[in-house]
T-cell receptor, first 109, second 116 residues
Framework: QKEVEQNSGPLSVPEGAIASLNCTYSDRGSQSFFWYRQYSGKSPELIMSIYSNGDKEDGRFTAQLNKASQYVSLLIRDSQPSDSATYLCAVMGGQNFVFGPGTRLSVLP | KAGVTQTPRYLIKTRGQQVTLSCSPISGHRSVSWYQQTPGQGLQFLFEYFSETQRNKGNFPGRFSGRQFSNSRSEMNVSTLELGDSALYLC???????????????FGSGTRLTVV
C-alpha cells in the first residue's frame, strides 16, 4: 500500500510567521509531488508542484523535496489569516495519485 | 476557460436507493478521476478513466461504478446506498494519464451526497 503521511494538526501560527508543513511518502518510485489547499466546504486547489530535489519558490510559498529521505515540505512565509485551510500533500508514482490526510493550518490574527 | 463541472451540487437519498453523479472535465482534458472525501478518511481514490477506459481503481466495493463517454464526460454510480456513503464526491480532470496526470490536475466543486 502506497502511503502518504502528514500531521493532521491543527498547526497554529501567528500572523506574519512562517508555517512549515511536512509530508512523508513510502513509495521510493514516486516522481511528482504536489501541495493542494482546501478551504472548508471547498474543493482542493493546486498551489505548488515539485519534481526535483531541492527548493522551489512561488511567491510566499516554498516547496522542498528530499527524495533520499522521502519527504516533501511546504513553507508559507508571512502567513496570513486567509492561509487558514487544510493542506493536502499528493504524490504521484506510476499511474496513481495518492493524497495524504491533510494538515489543518490555523493562522491567528 | 470553464473549469471542471460536477452536478448536482447536493443530493439527499434514502438507504437502498442508487445515485448517479456527473462530471464534465476541462475542455481538452481526457482523464477523469473520482474521489470520496469524508472527515474521517480524507480523500479516497475511487477510479480513473482515460479514453473511455477505466485505468485504475481504488479499494471500494462493486456498488461503486463509473464510466466515461467519448466527449470525456464521466459519471459515477452508487447502487444500494448505505449511510456510510454520505460524503463529498470530487472529480478531477487532467490532460493526460499516469505521471502526466499531475500536470493541471484540477478538481470540480464536488457533489455533497447525504444518505438518510
Amino acid at each position: 500500500q502506497k502511503e502518504v503521511e502528514q500531521n493532521s494538526g491543527p498547526l497554529s501560527v501567528p500572523e506574519g510567521a512562517i508555517a512549515s508543513l511536512n509530508c512523508t511518502y513510502s513509495d521510493r518510485g514516486s516522481q511528482s509531488f504536489f501541495w493542494y489547499r482546501q478551504y472548508s466546504g471547498k474543493s482542493p486547489e493546486l498551489i505548488m508542484s515539485i519534481y526535483s530535489n531541492g527548493d522551489k519558490e512561488d511567491g510566499r510559498f516554498t516547496a522542498q523535496l528530499n527524495k533520499a529521505s522521502q519527504y516533501v515540505s511546504l513553507l508559507i512565509r508571512d502567513s496570513q489569516p486567509s492561509d487558514s485551510a487544510t493542506y493536502l500533500c499528493a504524490v504521484m508514482g506510476g499511474q496513481n495519485f495518492v493524497f495524504g490526510p491533510g494538515t489543518r493550518l490555523s493562522v491567528l490574527p | 476557460k470553464a473549469g471542471v463541472t460536477q452536478t448536482p451540487r447536493y443530493l439527499i437519498k434514502t438507504r437502498g436507493q442508487q445515485v448517479t453523479l456527473s462530471c464534465s472535465p476541462i475542455s481538452g482534458h481526457r482523464s477523469v478521476s473520482w474521489y470520496q472525501q469524508t472527515p474521517g478518511q480524507g480523500l479516497q481514490f475511487l477510479f480513473e478513466y482515460f479514453s473511455e477506459t477505466q485505468r485504475n481503481k481504488g479499494n471500494f466495493p462493486g456498488r461503486f461504478s463509473g464510466r466515461q463517454f467519448s466527449n470525456s464526460r464521466s459519471e459515477m454510480n452508487v447502487s444500494t446506498l448505505e449511510l456510510g456513503d454520505s460524503a463529498l464526491y470530487l472529480c478531477a480532470s487532467s490532460p493526460g494519464q499516469g505521471v502526466s496526470a499531475g500536470y493541471g490536475y484540477t478538481f470540480g466543486s464536488g457533489t455533497r451526497l447525504t444518505v438518510v
